[in-house]
């Protein structure tokens, strides 16, 4: 099969074992970020197979029906970028399996990471270092603290349990399928929301960004956060209201927050306000992105394009497909 990937930024994908997987097929990756949907037609033209790389980029309907030989996209994420009708209508199988084999414990560990960094305010204390300067101020200690957990899933589970390693109370806010999953697990569950955002020093989102998710939390909900405490989001930032997040933090509730992804990625404007804040931790989504991470998940995508190939197509999202498939 005629196979593109899109948006390998370093160009990584080629140096990891599973890349095996795809021998015998006509490969072309691409490692710019480009938006121009003109200039992905051109380059998808002649595709049979499309792999994505998360929602780097959008896949909607006018530039599906530009891409007359495309008949399967496959990834391991959610697909709100993907115009999923409009595959189905044109016969394009859609496969992924949505992390069903594991949680992604690499973004459970940079959450736990961003978590330690802001707390002890290590990036400041970093620099402070290089600058010629000894110790600025004074961190805070998770120990006895209160972990609250947003979404009671896969991650959010393995950082729950970081937390209570490390000493914390850990409470869960989120739906009925979280808080079943917490209460199972013996995790405290919190049933009042505006007491959740009230009593937690840290709370970490861990929520699919799905069209009834999008924007739930407000500005209301963090400026009922502690002026000490800590907001982490490595999940998405379409889960937060627009503006809310960078106009809670200027009128200083949450005190601090540490985040991997934002509105509009790659972000490379150095002068975007969460880059300006000196109490914001900011990486550029690189939650999955270790290489033990990508050969998990690039195996269960290119298994899916060779059982594509082969005639059996596996964990397909749009099942009406298969009766008229391309």
Same mark, same amino acid.
């Given at each position: 099969?005629?196979?593109s990937v899109?948006?390998d930024?370093?160009?990584?994908l080629?140096t990891?074992?599973c890349?095996?997987?795809?021998?015998?097929h006509?490969?072309?990756?691409? *490692?710019?970020?480009v938006d121009s949907?003109?200039?992905?037609?051109?380059?998808?033209?002649?595709?049979?197979?499309?792999?994505?790389?998360?929602?780097?980029?959008?896949?909607?309907s006018?530039?599906?029906r530009k891409?007359?030989?495309?008949?399967?996209i496959?990834?391991?994420?959610?697909?709100p970028?993907?115009?999923?009708?409009?595959c189905?209508e044109?016969?394009?199988?859609?496969?992924?399996?949505l992390h069903?084999?594991?949680?992604?414990?690499?973004?459970?560990?940079?959450?736990w990471?961003?978590?330690?960094a802001a707390?002890r305010?290590?990036?400041?204390?970093?620099?402070s270092?290089?600058?010629?300067n000894?110790q600025?101020h004074?961190?805070q200690?998770?120990?006895l603290?209160?972990?609250g957990?947003y979404?009671?899933?896969?991650?959010?589970?393995?950082?729950?349990?970081?937390?209570?390693a490390f000493?914390?109370?850990?409470?869960?806010?989120?739906?009925r399928?979280s808080?079943?999953r917490?209460?199972?697990?013996g995790?405290?569950?919190?049933?009042d929301?505006?007491?959740?955002f009230?009593?937690?020093d840290?709370?970490?989102?861990?929520v699919?960004?799905?069209d009834?998710?999008?924007?739930?939390?407000?500005?209301?909900d963090?400026?009922?956060?502690?002026?000490?405490s800590l907001?982490?989001?490595?999940?998405r930032a379409?889960?937060?209201?627009?503006?809310a997040?960078?106009?809670?933090?200027?009128?200083?509730?949450?005190?601090?927050?540490?985040?991997?992804?934002?509105?509009?990625?790659?972000?490379t *404007?150095?002068?975007?306000p969460?880059?300006?804040?000196? *109490?914001?931790v900011?990486?550029?989504?690189?939650g999955?992105?270790?290489r033990?991470?990508?050969?998990?998940?690039f195996?269960?995508?290119?298994q899916?394009? *060779?059982?594509?190939a082969?005639?059996?197509?596996?964990?397909?999202?749009n099942?009406t497909?298969?009766y008229?498939?391309?």
């Amino acid at each position: 099969m005629k196979i593109s990937v899109l948006d390998d930024y370093g160009d990584t994908l080629r140096t990891l074992k599973c890349f095996d997987l795809l021998t015998g097929h006509d490969v072309t990756v691409w *490692n710019d970020r480009v938006d121009s949907e003109d200039v992905l037609a051109e380059r998808l033209h002649d595709s049979e197979a499309l792999v994505l790389i998360r929602e780097r980029t959008e896949i909607r309907s006018s530039l599906l029906r530009k891409l007359d030989r495309l008949r399967l996209i496959s990834l391991r994420s959610v697909y709100p970028h993907i115009d999923i009708d409009t595959c189905t209508e044109l016969g394009i199988v859609v496969s992924s399996d949505l992390h069903s084999g594991s949680p992604s414990y690499a973004t459970a560990e940079l959450t736990w990471a961003l978590t330690l960094a802001a707390m002890r305010d290590l990036p400041n204390q970093v620099a402070s270092l290089h600058a010629g300067n000894w110790q600025t101020h004074v961190g805070q200690s998770l120990v006895l603290k209160t972990l609250g957990i947003y979404g009671y899933g896969r991650i959010g589970k393995v950082v729950a349990g970081y937390g209570q390693a490390f000493g914390m109370r850990v409470i869960v806010y989120g739906g009925r399928t979280s808080r079943e999953r917490a209460t199972a697990d013996g995790v405290e569950v919190a049933t009042d929301r505006a007491l959740f955002f009230e009593t937690a020093d840290v709370i970490t989102v861990h929520v699919r960004l799905v069209d009834a998710t999008r924007h739930t939390i407000t500005a209301s909900d963090l400026a009922q956060m502690k002026p000490t405490s800590l907001f982490v989001n490595t999940s998405r930032a379409s889960l937060i209201a627009p503006g809310a997040l960078v106009d809670c933090l200027r009128a200083g509730r949450p005190g601090i927050a540490a985040v991997d992804v934002y509105e509009h990625e790659p972000l490379t *404007n150095p002068e975007d306000p969460l880059l300006m804040m000196p *109490n914001v931790v900011c990486t550029p989504h690189i939650g999955y992105v270790t290489r033990d991470e990508w050969e998990v998940q690039f195996t269960d995508i290119f298994q899916q394009i *060779n059982a594509f190939a082969a005639g059996t197509p596996v964990n397909v999202v749009n099942p009406t497909v298969l009766y008229h498939r391309r």
